[in-house]
C-alpha cells in the first residue's frame, strides 16, 4: 500500500508519526472527562467513542468502555472492517467531514493513559546481541548464551498491576543487594537503576487452556505493538535472580507507549528473523516474515544514546506467543508481551545501559559535560520509534518515564 492522503491536513506531513497509514489506538482525555478510545490523526486525536455513538463506526457499542480490549477480543474480522471504515472516513474527499471534525481534538491539549486493560504481562529474551553481551559479562564469552537459548523463547511472568502509560514518573526501587565484599545483604534504594528498549506485542484473541496454537494462529491472535521500557534494578537482579529468575528487580514498573501500532500498519514493513543458528523444532517454524523493520531509539535528558531496529530480535513474537501458550498456557485478550532488550551488534545499537557502560566501567558522555553508568534522580529516559515509508512514516510517538528518588 502507497501513502494515502487524509483530509486532517497535519497527516500528510512526511515527519508526522500519525499519518493516515497509521491510525494506532489509544485512549485519551480532555477537559476533566472521563478516558475514551481515540485514534491517532495527525496531530489530532479522532473521538471514535463519539464516532461510534454517531452510528459511523459498525462497531456496536465496543467502544464505549475507555479500553480497546471489547474491539480486541472481537477478532481480526471486526479489527480489518473498523479500519477499513477509519481508513475511508479520514480519507481525502471523504463525505461527511464536518460531523467528524467536531469529534477531533488537538493531542497536544489531551490526556493519554493506558490503552489496554493488561490482563497478564511476560517478558522475553529474545535479542542474541542482548543475551550474548549479559551472558559474556556474567559468564564470560564462551559461556555467554545458556544452552537452551538457541531452541526455544525464554521469558519470565512479570507483574500487569505496574504497567503504566508514557508520561508516568517512575520511583526509584528499595530493595535488597548484597556488595561482593560483604558477608551480610543490605536493603535501600537500587544505585543500577536501567531501562530495557523492548517493543510490546498485544493479544487480542485469546486461547484455551490445554489447547497449543501454532505461529500463524499466533499470528494472528496479535493486536498490535507499544513500545515498552521494562526498567531494571541491576544490583537488585543480581542478588535476587539465581534459582528462579527476575523478581522485584523487575516489578516496580513497566512503561509502554500510549498508542497501540496495528499489525495491519506494520504489514508493508515486515521482514524475516536472522537466520537460525539451530533449526528450531517444528512448533516453532513460521512460512510468514515475523518481525519487523522498526527504527528505535534511546534519549537520556533529550539526547540520543543508542539506535537500533526491531529486526534484530531472533524470536518474533508470534513465535514469543507460540511457546509461551505450548504447555497450553491459556492466553488472554491484553496480555502483553515484551520482546525483551532489543540490541545490535555495536555499542551505539545496544538497548540497555548495563551494555552501553558494560557494567558501569565505560560511562557514557551527555552534554554539558555530564556522564553516567547508571540512571540518576531525575533523568528523563525515552524510547523512540517508527517504520519508514517512501513519504511517510509509522511511528509509536515516544515512550518516556522520569525517575523520583525512592521513599525510605
Not at 514493513?269 to 534511546?298: C, I, M, Q
Not at 507460540?322 to 485478550?333: D, I, N
Request: charged content about 15%; proline content about 8%.
Amino acid at each position: 500500500m502507497g501513502y494515502l492522503k487524509s483530509w486532517v491536513e497535519s497527516a500528510n506531513s512526511p515527519e508526522t508519526d500519525f499519518p493516515l497509514n497509521n491510525l494506532p489506538y489509544g485512549v485519551f482525555s480532555t477537559s476533566g472527562t472521563a478516558p475514551r478510545c481515540g485514534v491517532a490523526i495527525g496531530d489530532m486525536i479522532l473521538d471514535v467513542q463519539a464516532a461510534e455513538a454517531a452510528g459511523l463506526t459498525g462497531t456496536g457499542g465496543l467502544l464505549g468502555q475507555g479500553a480497546w480490549n471489547p474491539l480486541m477480543a472481537a477478532g481480526p474480522a471486526t479489527w480489518a472492517a473498523f479500519r477499513r471504515t477509519l481508513t475511508d472516513l479520514l480519507s481525502e474527499g471523504a463525505a461527511g467531514r464536518e460531523t467528524l471534525a467536531d469529534m477531533l481534538h488537538p493531542m497536544d491539549s489531551a490526556t493519554l493513559h493506558l490503552p489496554i486493560t493488561v490482563a497478564e504481562y511476560t517478558d522475553f529474551y529474545a535479542s542474541k546481541s542482548h543475551a550474548t553481551n549479559v551472558g559474556t559479562m556474567f559468564r564470560g564469552p564462551e559461556n555467554a548464551l545458556p544452552p537452551n537459548w538457541l531452541h526455544i523463547p525464554i521469558g519470565y511472568n512479570g507483574r500487569a498491576s505496574t504497567v503504566v502509560v508514557s508520561g508516568t514518573d517512575i520511583r526509584r526501587p528499595n530493595g535488597q543487594t548484597r556488595a561482593p565484599d560483604a558477608d551480610v545483604p543490605s536493603f535501600g534504594p537500587s544505585r543500577r537503576l536501567d531501562i530495557e528498549l523492548e517493543m510490546g506485542a498485544i493479544v487480542g484473541t485469546p486461547s484455551k487452556m490445554g489447547e497449543p496454537i501454532t505461529t500463524a494462529q499466533a499470528q494472528d491472535m496479535i493486536f498490535g505493538y507499544v513500545l515498552l521500557n521494562d526498567w531494571s534494578a541491576r544490583d537488585l537482579q543480581a542478588w535476587e535472580y539465581q534459582p528462579l529468575g527476575p523478581f522485584q528487580a523487575k516489578a516496580f514498573a513497566t512503561s509502554i507507549s500510549p498508542w497501540i501500532v496495528t499489525r495491519a500498519a506494520l504489514a508493508p514493513f515486515a521482514v524475516d528473523t536472522p537466520p537460525r543458528e539451530k533449526e528450531l523444532l517444528p512448533y516453532l517454524s513460521e512460512d510468514f516474515p515475523g518481525n519487523y523493520d522498526l527504527h528505535l531509539s534511546v534519549e537520556m535528558n533529550g539526547h540520543v544514546v543508542s539506535r537500533t531496529n526491531m529486526r534484530e530480535l531472533y524470536y518474533s513474537a508470534a513465535q514469543q506467543l507460540t511457546h509461551h501458550a505450548s504447555s497450553g498456557c491459556a492466553m488472554r485478550t491484553g496480555d502483553l508481551l515484551g520482546s525483551g532488550t532489543i540490541s545490535g551488534p555495536t555499542p551505539d545499537s545496544y538497548g540497555s545501559l548495563l551494555e552501553m557502560t558494560w557494567g558501569g566501567k565505560n560511562p557514557i558522555s551527555l552534554p554539558g559535560g555530564e556522564q553516567r553508568t547508571f540512571i540518576e534522580d531525575g533523568d528523563t529516559l525515552t524510547l523512540a520509534g517508527h517504520a519508514q515509508g517512501d513519504g511517510y512514516r509509522i511511528g509509536f510517538g515516544r515512550c518516556t518515564g522520569t525517575i523520583l528518588p525512592a521513599r525510605i
